[in-house]
């Protein structure tokens, strides 16, 4: 079995990870439908499964594939409540993309 890796991202990120599951934590700004608008240090569409069950406001982290057009199709997701310290996770990306060897198998 080959190794890989499900990267953290934020919005800036997304562009470098087109056809890839990623992981993003931010805040759920709106929600129409089966889709989400969130916070992750920028904005991003996120395309809702049916069990996805989120809260305007709350944070969420996300697992899902980035679509050419930079939205996510979400393949499960995790209501984190607002409790959710977004400098914090952000934090984390970007440490995880500084030192890449010890977070990413390539």
């Not at 569409?45 to 969420?60: E, F, I, M, Q, Y």
């Not at 980035?66 to 959710?84: F, R």
Request: proline share 3%; no cysteine; net charge negative.
């Amino acid at each position: 079995m080959e190794a890989t890796a499900t990267p953290r991202v934020t919005a800036s990120y997304l562009s470098s990870y087109i056809g890839r599951n990623v992981i993003v934590v931010g805040k759920v700004i709106q929600l129409r439908g089966e889709e989400a608008t969130l916070d992750a240090d920028g904005s991003i569409n996120a395309h809702l499964n049916r069990d996805a069950h989120l809260s305007a406001g709350n944070g969420v982290q996300i697992i899902g594939k980035v679509n050419p057009d930079l939205s996510i199709k979400v393949l499960t997701s995790l209501d984190l409540g607002t409790g959710v310290d977004y400098n914090l996770a952000n934090t984390v990306v970007e440490i995880a993309h500084q030192q890449r060897p010890m977070f990413f198998y390539e």
